[in-house]
């Protein structure tokens, strides 16, 4: 099922035939670099089953996101309610991952901005945040791009690696309505 159009992409729910090229792109170093380790193609399975029943549950999900040129699935963009408890829960988490060669093209940006207004807009909500480790720039910089700010006070040590863990320390990033920057959406299903 189709959630959102851009200008270029699409984010939907996930399919059938999303599991290998998900289980593919989860494989790069590049883009596993900021990510405890790679994912199984059980995993990949997992993954995908409990996203789109996080989408019947909430009305929102990472959803399969895909070149609307060629309906190539690039990954995933979109929201998630956090499962684990932190300062900062509960909250629900603005996230991307693309295929490493569909970087740099403003997919996330573009995806995750339009993500942002739906959340706000059609589901109600009055934050989103999001997180990552503070060498990720890439992702930092979508983050300030689609108008989040910094949480100086909200960094923290992910609950779900140990403390001493490299890739324990995040930061963290959020948004409030008033601070969304819009984004004309093609369509809203």
Known sequence: MIILE??????????????????????????TEFLPRS?????????????????????????ATELRASNQLIGFIGLTTIEWEAPFTPAVEIGWRLASPFWENGYATEGAKATL?????????????????????RSIRVMEKIGMKRDFQG????????TTH?????????ATQERVIH????AVI
């Open 117 to 137: 207004n739906y959340g706000f807009n059609h589901c109600s909500l009055t934050k989103i945040i999001s997180f990552t480790v503070p060498a990720n720039k």
């Open 39 to 63: 994912i199984t193609q059980d995993e990949a399975t997992q993954f995908i089953n409990r996203t789109n029943s996080h989408q019947e549950r909430y009305g929102y999900s990472l959803w």
């Open 6 to 31: 851009t200008e270029r992409l699409r984010l939907r729910t996930w399919k059938e035939s999303d599991k290998t090229p998900y289980f593919q792109l989860n494989q790069d170093p590049k883009v």
């Open 166 to 174: 490299p890739l324990a320390p995040h930061v963290l990033y959020k």
């Open 155 to 162: 960094d923290f040590l992910h609950p779900k690696l140990a």
């Open 183 to 186: 984004v004309k959406l093609f």
